[in-house]
């Protein structure tokens, strides 16, 4: 996996770029198999988990448990709708 952060035109971006081997792991363990990115060695002051499941319910059933008043979440139209 690559990973960084960097600024064009003053926008900060997250770079995560994964390897067959990253992806390959995501598709065999779906919400088992999580890739998390610890914030702090990259600069950034939270961590990223990078997920898979076979829908965005089922994303969304991994998931819901963190979910409070607090949490800042998008929620595809897909998911809305059903």
Do not use: C
Request: proline fraction near 2%.
């Amino acid at each position: 996996m690559l990973k960084g952060v960097v600024t064009l035109n003053d926008v900060k971006i997250l770079m995560v770029g994964l390897s067959f081997q990253n992806l390959d792991k995501l598709r065999a363990e779906p919400l088992d198999g999580f890739i998390k990115i610890v914030g702090k060695d990259i600069g950034l002051p939270i961590d990223i988990w990078i997920f898979a499941g076979e829908t965005e319910s089922h994303l969304y059933d991994f998931v819901q448990g963190g979910i409070d008043e607090h949490t800042i979440v998008h929620i595809s139209d897909k998911l809305k709708s059903s």
